[in-house]
């Protein structure tokens, strides 16, 4: 762009797609230089600038428009690069419809715009080639019916202008991957409907991508097969009745983003529990026995699971259940067993609400200051806030008995005379049967968890003192 050095008037110059309309003033050495962007606004820019700035600004401009040079805004994104199609055919056809059934979940479904260069990394402008269409909305096509002298289209490759957030996949997640059906008779139907009923609460309700692949891992694109739906909203669906040849659709399976809150769990499993073995009468893993002994089960479980203490579940022992649910816990009785068999060793686990088990609370330490030579053995509260000043919160929220050596007080069957959280844990010898004595127990206190951790702050760092002297003496009297 240039203009001679006698010119005096206005000019209108188009740039890049922008109008750039001028005032040039002669014997001024400058001009008013006009901006007008392709989309009609109620704004411009307007600003005063010497004819060499004028000129490198144009060249600027230019060069800008020939390198096809987009930047993404710090709320957008660019996705990768795709090159679906080469022009040995009719042309290089790189269409966003095929290319969102190619690359599920790659690419936004309404892209902000698209950049196209050469496969070699040419820009489009200097193929020379006559483009058919090329926008955001449709895609890339070049037609080698269009080329002049009977030419061929270049090679080329296009990527699209996202929203950020869709390309933030730190904020989403994965479900695991689902294949619900094969393709051994009409075709592989993979649809969202089926998946939501066939896996209740494993798909969130407006997925954000999917992802298809072959059950053995290969890509969508690597079958060549005619896809009939691939989107988020319906699903997958290949239909053998479209494959060229009488070809069968392969097997795929499918999975979807999701918003990562879908996929922070909402429950969470208690610790494994054994109390009780079935030397007796059976194993007893009553929910009501468990409470008393293990605090750590939520008021109302969700659920229950049960195995062995070695592992195998239930099933596979081939004892007779008489109880197994998450009001009650477990209990298999030797007396329901055929041919005098017994039961198993079993243990079990219940599912909670997951608030049930963010940490709220802390246990203190643990307390023995009484021993059963006596008339019992008394770890009252009262006794003990005595002895521990400050070390146990005014209100417990739950006891744990342990007996010295670490077993749970169920397993020593002794009767107890009170455990509860306003008197502590008291067991009388003179309540045991056969003049047993009780066993020697410790005890702790489930506290808020403000109670165990205390606001503190440091002091600065001082230095009073340096060892030149006898040594360093930083004393605090």
């Given amino acids: 762009?240039?203009?001679?050095?006698?010119?005096?008037?206005?000019?209108?110059?188009?740039?890049?797609?922008?109008?750039?309309?001028?005032?040039?003033?002669?014997?001024?050495?400058?001009?008013?230089?006009?901006?007008?962007?392709?989309?009609?606004?109620?704004?411009?820019?307007?600003?005063?600038?010497?004819?060499?700035?004028?000129?490198?600004?144009?060249?600027?401009?230019?060069?800008?428009?020939?390198?096809?040079?987009?930047?993404?805004?710090?709320?957008?994104?660019?996705?990768?690069?795709?090159?679906?199609?080469?022009?040995?055919?009719?042309?290089?056809?790189?269409?966003?419809s095929s290319l969102h059934k190619g690359n599920p979940g790659k690419i936004c479904d309404n892209p902000i715009q698209i950049e196209v260069k050469t496969t070699s990394g040419a820009s489009v402008e200097s193929t020379g080639?006559?483009?058919?269409?090329?926008?955001?909305?449709?895609?890339?096509?070049?037609?080698n019916g269009?080329?002049?002298?009977?030419?061929?289209?270049?090679?080329?490759?296009?990527?699209?202008?996202?929203?950020?957030?869709?390309?933030?996949?730190?904020?989403?997640?994965?479900?695991?991957?689902?294949?619900?059906?094969?393709?051994s008779a009409t075709g592989d139907y993979e649809t969202l409907s089926d998946l939501h009923k066939e896996n209740p609460g494993k798909i969130c309700d407006h997925p954000i991508q999917m992802e298809v692949q072959t059950t053995s891992g290969a890509s969508l694109?690597?079958?060549?097969?005619?896809?009939?739906?691939?989107?988020t909203r319906t699903g997958f669906v290949c239909r053998n009745r479209d494959q060229p040849h009488n070809g069968h659709c392969a097997d795929y399976q499918v999975r979807f983003l999701c918003p990562l809150k879908f996929c922070k769990p909402k429950e969470c499993w208690t610790p494994w529990f054994d109390r009780d073995d079935p030397s007796?009468?059976?194993?007893?893993?009553?929910?009501?026995?468990?409470?008393?002994?293990?605090?750590?089960?939520?008021?109302y479980p969700l659920k229950i699971e049960a195995?062995?203490?070695?592992?195998?579940?239930?099933?596979?022992?081939?004892?007779?259940?008489?109880?197994?649910?998450?009001?009650s816990g477990l209990i298999c009785r030797n007396s329901d067993q055929p041919l005098n068999g017994r039961c198993a060793d079993y243990k079990v686990r219940f599912l909670c609400p997951l608030d049930f088990c963010e940490t709220k609370e802390c246990w203190t330490p643990w307390f023995d200051r009484d021993n059963p030579s006596?008339?019992?053995?008394?770890?009252?509260?009262?006794?003990?806030?005595?002895?521990?000043?400050?070390?146990?919160c005014v209100h417990p929220i739950k006891i744990e008995v342990k007996t010295k050596p670490g077993a749970s007080a169920?397993?020593?069957?002794?009767?107890?005379?009170?455990?509860?959280?306003?008197?502590?844990?008291?067991?009388?010898?003179?309540?045991?049967?056969?003049?047993?004595?009780?066993?020697?127990?410790?005890?702790?206190?489930?506290?808020?968890?403000?109670?165990?951790?205390?606001?503190?702050?440091?002091t600065p760092w001082y230095d009073r003192d340096n060892p030149s002297g006898n040594g360093d003496f930083e004393t605090l009297h």
């Avoid at 000129?55 to 800008?64: D, Q, S």
């Avoid at 045991?432 to 606001?455: G, I, M, S, T, W």
């Fill in 374 to 392: 006596g008339t019992g053995d008394y770890e009252t509260l009262s006794h003990l806030r005595k002895v521990n000043p400050s070390k146990i």
């Fill in 280 to 299: 007796a009468t059976g194993d007893y893993e009553a929910l009501s026995d468990l409470r008393k002994e293990n605090h750590a089960i939520c008021d």
């Fill in 221 to 231: 694109g690597s079958t060549g097969d005619m896809i009939h739906v691939s989107d």
């Fill in 146 to 183: 269009d080329q002049p002298n009977n030419g061929h289209c270049a090679d080329y490759q296009v990527r699209f202008l996202c929203p950020l957030e869709y390309c933030q996949s730190e904020e989403k997640c994965w479900t695991p991957w689902f294949d619900r059906d094969d393709p």
């Fill in 129 to 143: 080639d006559v483009i058919h269409v090329s926008d955001a909305h449709r895609g890339f096509v070049c037609i």
């Fill in 1 to 96: 762009m240039s203009l001679p050095a006698s010119f005096n008037g206005n000019s209108l110059i188009t740039v890049s797609n922008w109008i750039v309309f001028s005032r040039f003033r002669q014997g001024e050495g400058a001009c008013s230089l006009e901006l007008h962007p392709p989309i009609r606004k109620s704004t411009s820019l307007a600003v005063e600038m010497t004819y060499p700035m004028i000129k490198l600004l144009g060249i600027t401009l230019v060069l800008l428009h020939a390198g096809n040079a987009v930047l993404a805004s710090n709320d957008q994104c660019w996705t990768q690069w795709f090159d679906r199609d080469n022009p040995s055919g009719t042309g290089d056809h790189e269409t966003l």
């Fill in 307 to 327: 195995e062995t203490t070695s592992g195998a579940f239930v099933g596979s022992t081939g004892d007779v259940i008489r109880v197994a649910d998450s009001h």
């Fill in 410 to 458: 169920g397993s020593t069957g002794n009767v107890i005379h009170v455990y509860d959280t306003r008197t502590g844990f008291v067991c009388r010898n003179r309540d045991q049967p056969h003049n047993d004595r009780c066993a020697d127990y410790k005890v702790r206190f489930l506290c808020p968890l403000e109670f165990c951790e205390p606001e503190v702050c440091r």
